[in-house]
């Protein structure tokens, strides 16, 4: 039987919730999170102290790419999803 694969479009709290729980429910299943931004999951709201160079760039990532390879999910950056069609299970 083929494991499911489940695409996240979010790289952002929900999106890394949900891959969080579907990797729970399920340890054989595809995860894939696709993000138009070209980083990781970080702590937005660091931005500022980020800029004035109050913290690192590692200060601010909550989920490194390291963690998504040990979680087995792709992580997909850079590419904006600009439509769905569920109907051919199909992203544009």
């Known amino acids: ?8 479009i979010g790289n952002g709290p929900a999106g890394n919730s949900a891959a969080e729980y579907l990797r ?3 340890a054989e299943c595809k995860i ?3 993000s138009d931004e070209f980083f990781p999951y970080y702590y937005r709201h660091m931005l500022r102290q980020y800029i004035v160079g109050e913290c690192e760039e590692k200060d ?10 040990e979680r087995r999910i792709r ?6 999803v600009t439509s ?3 109907d051919s299970r199909t992203l544009y």
Request: aromatic share 6%; proline share 6%.
């Open 60 to 69: 601010m990532v909550v989920q490194s790419p390291d963690e998504y390879k």
């Open 75 to 80: 992580l997909r950056l850079g590419q904006k």
């Open 1 to 8: 039987m083929a494991s499911e694969h489940y695409v996240i």
């Open 32 to 34: 894939t999170i696709i």
């Open 24 to 26: 729970q429910q399920d």
């Open 84 to 86: 769905v069609d569920p």
